[in-house]
């Protein structure tokens, strides 16, 4: 499976911006697929994943109620709607997929992951 993600850009804080992650290769239908990003001189943290249905999501703490996540399984595509950004939502953002059933937070769980698409966010 091949992850292209897109959609990054500089918004000022309080805006918006919505990530996409395409991919080709192999349909993701049966893939949880996540959402992670890493600022400079940081780790890599888990910001939100999906079930292989999107019946299932999970967020982080920091991003709860102000991200969304979701899929269109028939345009094997999934988003990232993230509203009221902040400067701390900076970072380079990383979409990735396991084989069977559930997002994870866990990046380990993850066998592909996309380039990753740059958001930064200004004060």
């Known amino acids: 499976v091949q992850l292209q993600a897109s959609g990054g850009g500089l918004v000022q804080a309080g805006g918006s911006l919505r990530l996409s992650c395409a991919a080709n290769g192999r349909t993701i239908s049966r893939y949880g697929m996540g959402w992670f990003r890493q600022a400079p001189g940081k780790e890599r943290e888990f910001v939100a994943a999906?079930?292989?249905?999107?019946?299932?999501?999970n967020y982080a703490d920091s991003v709860k109620g102000r991200f969304t996540i979701s899929r269109d399984n028939a345009k094997n595509t999934m988003y990232l709607q993230m509203n009221s950004l902040k400067p701390e939502d900076t970072a380079v953002y990383y979409c990735?997929?396991?084989?069977?059933?559930?997002?994870?937070?866990?990046?380990?769980?993850?066998?592909?992951w996309g380039q990753g698409t740059q958001v930064t966010v200004s004060s």
């Open positions: 990735a997929a396991k084989p069977y059933g559930s997002g994870s937070d866990l990046g380990r769980m993850y066998d592909y």
């Open positions: 999906i079930s292989w249905s999107g019946g299932s999501t």
